[in-house]
């Protein structure tokens, strides 16, 4: 019998009071106790809806039937099957939009809390067992992956699955690029993304740092040394800028730089000697979860946060998990506000912001009200920090060195439904085709890039 309770079962966490000066893991993660309880919850309906809305696939119903009968490990294993990241999945997706979006139990009380229990199994397994990911034999063919974020490293671990010799070519020190210097740690945890990671590295693909394809080595290099097929998963790491007067005083930061200094440089840590100034008042520009990782962590730091959106609060676009975790802690919300300049004291370093009233008129291309200013109602906020994080684009490196590589004007790569694209031989998934987007929809494209590898190596394309 179901256990028909209207709502989830809440999420321990840490007090907001507490938490907004600490980058521990916010929240705390079920006991065993209260994962089998939400278990409890699900239908499991024939048509399996959640499924459909799991870029992934994740046989969502069957790893809850396996925690409602406390087989943890067998629940993982059910996840395993289809996901690479299972702990940064259960952490970082927006269920609300995706599996939990889909839940009939959603139609009038609370969904199940899919994500919720997908991180239990995941952190479950990892306290757990102690056994490595069985290896794979050769089937003797190479395939070379750029870039070693969630696209890149499911696009990885589905082809070394299938047999494929994978090397995968990161720019960066430390493999998971977003993963690692996007998403603070009161998210995602570094020991979490690590511990993903080595479990690619024991199921034999073989990850390369400190390589920069375009410059240390090229596409057609890798061609030449005996790849034959390339994946492309190098993110949208590009920040982009308003083009107000004022951004390239010092103390404006893009949010890239800002959390990479903070997550991948530690920042964060006692005993780091990281160069970032210490914000007193900061003033973070856009409404996306970008924004809020560069709020909550400037708040961590110490400074005295506002976050300025041009869009009222339906608008937003953040997951409402972390709306609401920033307004609980303490972050200030100027909504319906749009910056225009930026003002700088004598020593060249930024002293306030201005900015003008939004109101919202018709709906624009993307079915949202466009925001239009208001004559005239320009106002100041002072401040010694601004971060933008209004999106980012794709590095134009690749598509810049390699022949054959189509991109649309905003600097995508064109790649079809396959993944596939215009250079032959080559795939590529992500934001280095969709522009910046979720991990989990990352995953999916890396998932179907792996299928179309397979067949293209195997000549039945």
Known sequence: MPNMNPKKVPMPEQEPSVRNKNFEEVALGYTAEMAVEEAGRCLHCKNHPCVAGCPVEVKIPDFIQKIAEQDFEGAYQIIAETSSLPAVCGRVCPQESQCEGRCVRGIKNEPVGIGRLERF?????????????????????RVAIVGAGPASLTCAGDLRAMGY????FEALHVPGVVLVYGIPEFRLPKSIVAYEVNGLEQAGVEILTDRVIGRSLSIDELFEEGYEAVFIGSGAGLPNFMGIEGESYVGVYSANEYLTRINLMKAYKEGYDTPIAQANKAVVVGGGNVAM??????????????????????????????????????????LLT???????????????????????GEPDASGRRRPEEIPGSNFIVPCDTVIMAIGTSPNPLIRH??????????????ADETGATTRKGVFAGGDAVTGAATVILAMGAGKTAAQSIDRYIKGQN
């Not at 199994?121 to 063919?141: F, I, L, Q």
């Not at 225009?340 to 109101?359: L, P, S, T, Y």
């Not at 590589?405 to 600097?411: E, V």
């Open 121 to 141: 199994v995941a952190d479950w397994h990892r306290e757990h067992s102690s056994g490595n990911r069985p290896v794979v034999p050769s089937n003797g063919h």
């Open 165 to 168: 010799d994978v090397t995968v």
């Open 293 to 334: 990782d560069a709020a909550r962590s400037a708040k961590r730091m110490g400074a005295d946060v506002t976050i300025v959106y041009r869009r009222s609060l339906e608008e937003l676009p953040a997951r409402k998990e972390e709306v609401h975790h920033a307004e609980e802690e303490g972050i200030v919300f100027n």
């Open 338 to 360: 749009n910056p225009v300049r930026i003002h700088r004291d004598q020593n060249g370093h930024v002293a306030a912001i201005e900015c003008v009233k939004m109101k919202l």
């Open 401 to 414: 060195t390699t022949a054959g590589l189509d991109a649309t004007r905003k600097g995508c790569l064109v």
